[in-house]
């Protein structure tokens, strides 16, 4: 009789538990008019995703649009089944923020097979037909850190850039962003090395740079990991620098607001969210969309 | 003693219960469930937990458990990728890719019984071990198959269709008919039901029970093998952090489908039941639109009723 009541309460739980959790009845069987778009996100437990989604949501409650939102767990064999998921519900449009842009391959074809859009953000994909991308303009990030140290330094002086992961996009857009910037001023690049995104690199890169070169108005680093580095060589050394991140991670944002730091450039993680959906309603619309939309970026300072 | 009988086989039958209920509420809730289309993705997607359970239902069996799962399905998908990539024929590829993974699950086994060391604490060695040697040797980045025919053909192995069924679908199924027979048709798979209901009698009756440790952990390592084999194949790319806690999911399989964690006492049909319910959780919960935070509450939940019902069922025994 025990057994039988324990059976009953698993039944019971279950049932209450798959009720609790269906706050939104499947009403769409048939012809509804609310659309619906899914998100395959890399992560939920990464601010700047987080952000990314919040975003999404948000736009997607403005332009009356319904969005469904699956965490990947940054694993891509999870992305897959999400993805799959989707297709399965019938999902309008589908907006993925990839885990890694070869292995969403898979996922985006299979996408591809039903018919239905996708959509990449801030992550492209090496493979099957995506009709957008959205991602922050790195080159526009860099030409505004650029364009900051020339202001700040009046348009002359000796400045040293640290570059990322060498033929990583991120690294070769920031880089061409920042050089763009300065082109035409009086500012020169007098060391130009890759300390790979990486913060002891950064520091030891400076501090082999700050021995070669007696003088340094300006640093900028193709990341803020980077650029805390170099201030720790610059600080070490006893000079006095301008450094000039990219990021904006909570360390950077800290050393700009103790005025270490002259500046970090910022994503806008919702801005990329924000614009998947109005791109993904403007597909849904049948309308032309670009297939790079860059989002802008903005500079932290003091 | 017909009451008796009537409930232990209530009792046996009880993850069916449970992935009956299930199926058949989120069916009413989302009519999308129930469509053919849907039930083959599930079973696709159930295939990997399935493989790598299956291993593990040995493991726990005998009392054991395999920690490292997860990792040898990192490290056979990652070698099984460089040498897609580099132009090996498949079959070999496979191949290779199973026999490493054997191996190390006897690497398991040996300390475990020549080391004398804790399943759990062996295994949790090795779970970190291979990790770190998947990253040395991926350099911490995603190893691709490439775009060749050979990549191709190996994309089919996680990708492909028989007929309307998919590829890994039918190797799950083989996997379950193969673990099977072993378990209950072969005098090896008496041996892991004896070691793990009493292993100093077993010992008596004069079983080397330390070989049947070495076959259950090499059976592991296999499927854990395989089971990167199918994911590495369906994503086109093997990722260095691919695996990672996919041996929670095998364990809660294992456990939702009524084997003791104690060894002993579980069937794969149980195993294959319990696989289920965690695929049909996963792709429900995600068909009913619950956010992914709510997801692993519903889940955890499911897991500690398994495991509650567990103990009661060995107190009746």
Redesign the interface.
């Known amino acids: 009789m025990?057994?039988?009541l324990?059976?009953a309460?698993?039944?019971l739980?279950?049932?209450s538990?798959?009720?609790g959790?269906?706050n939104?009845?499947?009403a769409n069987?048939g012809k509804s008019e609310v659309k619906t778009i899914g998100l395959a996100i890399s992560t939920?437990n990464n601010p700047f995703f987080v952000d990314l989604e919040a975003g999404a949501k948000a736009k997607a409650a403005e332009l009356n649009v319904k969005l469904?939102?699956?965490?990947s767990?940054?694993?891509?064999?999870t992305e897959?089944?999400?993805v799959?998921?989707?297709i399965?519900?019938?999902v309008d449009v589908i907006m993925i923020n990839p885990?890694?842009s070869?292995?969403v391959?898979?996922a985006v074809e299979a996408a591809n097979k039903a018919n239905i859009p996708v959509i990449t953000l801030d992550r492209g994909a090496n493979?099957g037909t995506v009709v957008s991308h959205i991602a922050s303009d790195n080159v526009a990030g860099g030409k505004l850190a650029g364009e900051y140290i020339v202001e700040l330094l009046g348009g002359k002086g000796k400045v040293v850039e640290l570059e990322g992961i060498p033929g990583a996009s991120a690294a070769r857009d920031r880089g061409e962003g920042f050089n763009s910037a300065i082109a035409g001023t009086d500012l020169k690049v007098v060391a130009k090395q890759t300390a790979n995104f990486d913060r002891a690199q950064g520091l030891t890169v400076m501090e082999n740079i700050l021995q070669a070169q007696p003088e340094i108005d300006a640093v900028f680093a193709h990341n803020d990991e980077m650029a805390l580095g170099a201030l720790e060589a610059i600080k070490a050394s006893g000079r006095n620098t301008l450094v000039v991140g990219f990021d904006a991670t909570d360390d950077a944002k800290a050393a700009v607001a103790k005025g270490e730091m002259a500046a970090t450039v910022e994503q806008l993680p919702k801005e990329i969210g924000s614009l998947g959906i109005q791109t993904a309603v403007k597909v849904l619309n049948g309308e032309k969309v670009e297939n790079m939309i860059p989002v802008n970026l903005q500079l932290v300072k003091k | 003693m017909t009451m008796n009988k009537f409930?232990n086989k209530?009792?046996k039958n009880?993850p069916l219960?449970?992935l009956i209920?299930?199926s058949v509420?989120?069916s009413v809730?989302?009519?999308?469930f129930s469509?053919w289309?849907?039930i083959l993705?599930i079973l696709?997607?159930t295939s990997?937990n399935a493989v790598i359970a299956t291993g593990m239902t040995f493991a726990i069996l005998i009392g054991g458990i395999d920690l490292s799962v997860g990792s040898v399905l990192g490290f056979c998908g990652a070698i099984a990728a460089t040498m897609i990539a580099s132009g090996t024929n498949v079959f070999i590829v496979v191949i290779t890719a199973l026999l490493l993974g054997t191996a190390i699950g006897f690497l398991n086994g040996t300390l475990v019984t020549a080391g004398r060391l804790q399943p759990f604490i062996a295994t949790l060695g090795t779970v970190t071990l291979l990790r770190g040697i998947i990253m040395v040797f991926t350099q911490g980045r995603?190893v691709?198959t490439g775009n060749t025919d050979a990549s191709a053909f190996f994309?089919k192995i996680g990708?492909g269709f028989i007929g309307p069924i998919p590829v890994p679908v039918y190797i799950m199924l083989l996997v379950f008919i193969a673990a099977y027979y072993i378990l209950n048709h072969t005098r090896i798979g008496r041996y892991v039901y004896a070691s793990g209901s009493n292993e100093e009698a077993t010992i008596y009756s004069g079983i080397n029970t330390n070989k049947v440790k070495l076959f259950v952990y090499s059976v592991s390592g296999m499927m854990a093998a395989l089971a990167g084999i199918l994911?590495t194949a369906?994503?086109?790319?093997a990722?260095p952090?691919?695996g990672?806690?996919y041996e929670l999911d095998a364990i809660a399989a294992v456990v939702l489908g009524g084997t003791s964690m104690a060894g002993g006492i579980g069937t794969i049909a149980g195993t294959a039941i319990g696989a289920l319910i965690i695929g049909v959780l996963?792709?429900?919960?995600?068909?009913?639109?619950?956010?992914?935070?709510?997801?692993d509450v519903?889940k955890g939940?499911?897991i500690l009723?398994a495991v509650l019902?567990d103990r009661?069922q060995k107190l009746?025994r």
């Open positions: 025990k057994k039988i324990s059976l309460l698993v039944a739980i279950v049932l538990l798959m009720a959790c269906s939104n009845k499947p069987n939920l469904v939102t699956l965490d767990q940054d694993d891509s064999a897959m089944s999400n799959e998921d989707l399965n519900q019938g885990t890694d070869d292995a391959k898979s493979g | 409930i209530l009792l009880k219960i449970v209920i299930t509420v989120v809730l989302n009519p999308r469509t289309g849907n993705t696709r997607q990997i995603p691709s994309g990708g994911v369906r994503l086109g790319s990722q952090n691919a990672v806690g996963n792709n429900a919960l995600n068909l009913m639109q619950v956010s992914s935070y709510y997801q519903a939940i499911v009723i019902l009661k009746l």
